[in-house]
């Protein structure tokens, strides 16, 4: 799969498609995710290469491109032994634990997919407000800012962004509270999905009612987060999105804009600048 194959080859250098197919085998029957997994494993060949780990803590050899390092990480994980019981700490814990909590590549503790969020602003912002961490599946702008789905927006501006992002955020929410796929989204959008649940629910399930259900659904979570002990001060990106700028490709020398889009962002949610929905934005979803 797409995601998988990234997170642990190409993010780590390792082209071995049959080394590949085997670590992906192993998360899938015990249980552990690929995406966090392999960016896990990138955290540990980085901290490998920099000194912080030895073989001898790891139990093998570890370079960028190790094959042979990503099925063995598998393995040891999969069995919980060694130092397969740190890699299950996932890569914002590990790197903590080594002194090293930059090299996570993660947002509220969730590793990234496959989307640069220095280069394509959009998928930044997303990651960074997500409710569950770094996630593309709660509003994957990749639809518009690379597909051009439902309509092409450019990827290196920041200019848009945050009412992209939250009118993706809403309709996911919509959408996988209805029970259906959300790649179906490639095709249908909430005037498709709204005459299925008209049939199936009832008529108050109108495209305008779905809009608010999504509304409503998200900032539900984030009430919910709020009251956790998250706040505006999660909703951030790792330093080197920030800071270090992308070295090779279309957007090269791009660094995230998330401190322009954020408080927009929040604007545009009805949220107060600490991130919080006002009580006039609970008031008007019924919250």
Same mark, same amino acid.
């Given at each position: 799969?797409?995601?998988?194959?990234?997170?642990?080859?190409?993010? %780590?250098?390792?082209?071995?498609?049959?080394?590949?197919? +085997?670590?992906?085998?192993?998360?899938?029957?015990?249980? +552990?995710?690929? @995406?966090?997994?392999?960016?896990?494993?990138?955290?540990?060949?980085?901290?490998?290469?920099?000194?912080?780990? /030895?073989?001898?803590?790891?139990? *093998?050899?570890?370079? $960028?491109?190790?094959?042979?390092?990503?099925?063995?990480?598998?393995?040891?994980?999969? %069995?919980?032994?060694?130092?397969?019981?740190?890699?299950?700490?996932?890569?914002?814990?590990?790197? !903590?634990?080594?002194?090293?909590?930059?090299?996570?590549?993660?947002?509220?503790?969730?590793?990234?997919?496959?989307?640069?969020?220095?280069? @394509?602003?959009?998928?930044?912002?997303?990651?960074?407000?997500?409710?569950?961490?770094?996630?593309?599946?709660?509003?994957?702008?990749?639809?518009?800012?690379? #597909?051009? *789905?439902?309509?092409?927006?450019?990827?290196?501006?920041?200019?848009?962004?945050?009412?992209?992002? !939250?009118?993706?955020?809403?309709?996911?929410?919509?959408? &996988?509270?209805?029970? @259906?796929?959300? +790649?179906?989204? +490639?095709?249908?959008?909430?005037?498709?999905?709204?005459?299925? #649940?008209?049939?199936?629910?009832?008529?108050?399930? /109108?495209?305008?009612?779905? /809009?608010?259900?999504?509304?409503? *659904?998200?900032?539900?979570?984030?009430? $919910? %987060?709020?009251?956790?002990? $998250? /706040?505006?001060? &999660?909703?951030?990106?790792?330093?080197?999105?920030?800071?270090?700028?992308?070295?090779?490709?279309?957007?090269?020398?791009?660094?995230?804009?998330?401190?322009?889009? =954020?408080?927009?962002?929040?604007?545009?949610?009805?949220?107060?600048?600490?991130?919080?929905?006002?009580?006039?934005?609970?008031?008007? =979803?019924? #919250?």
């Amino acid at each position: 799969e797409y995601e998988a194959a990234w997170a642990l080859g190409a993010a %780590n250098g390792v082209n071995d498609l049959e080394a590949l197919q +085997f670590a992906n085998m192993l998360c899938n029957e015990d249980g +552990f995710d690929p @995406i966090s997994f392999g960016a896990t494993v990138g955290a540990v060949m980085e901290m490998y290469e920099m000194g912080v780990l /030895t073989k001898e803590q790891l139990g *093998i050899e570890a370079p $960028f491109g190790s094959a042979k390092a990503l099925c063995y990480f598998a393995e040891i994980t999969a %069995n919980g032994v060694g130092f397969g019981k740190e890699l299950g700490l996932g890569s914002a814990r590990l790197t !903590k634990k080594y002194g090293q909590p930059d090299l996570s590549m993660s947002v509220k503790g969730q590793e990234f997919p496959a989307y640069d969020g220095r280069v @394509i602003q959009g998928i930044g912002l997303a990651y960074a407000t997500s409710n569950r961490g770094a996630c593309h599946l709660r509003g994957y702008t990749i639809a518009s800012e690379v #597909l051009g *789905i439902p309509v092409k927006t450019e990827p290196a501006d920041t200019q848009g962004k945050p009412e992209l992002v !939250k009118a993706f955020q809403d309709a996911t929410a919509a959408f &996988d509270s209805a029970g @259906i796929c959300i +790649f179906t989204s +490639f095709a249908w959008t909430l005037a498709d999905v709204a005459p299925q #649940l008209q049939a199936a629910c009832g008529d108050e399930f /109108t495209v305008e009612n779905l /809009t608010t259900i999504g509304e409503r *659904i998200w900032n539900m979570e984030r009430d $919910f %987060n709020n009251r956790a002990g $998250f /706040t505006s001060k &999660d909703d951030k990106l790792p330093k080197r999105l920030m800071t270090e700028a992308a070295k090779t490709g279309p957007g090269k020398g791009s660094v995230s804009g998330l401190e322009k889009m =954020l408080p927009e962002y929040y604007k545009v949610r009805g949220w107060d600048p600490e991130g919080r929905p006002s009580a006039e934005t609970l008031k008007r =979803l019924g #919250l």
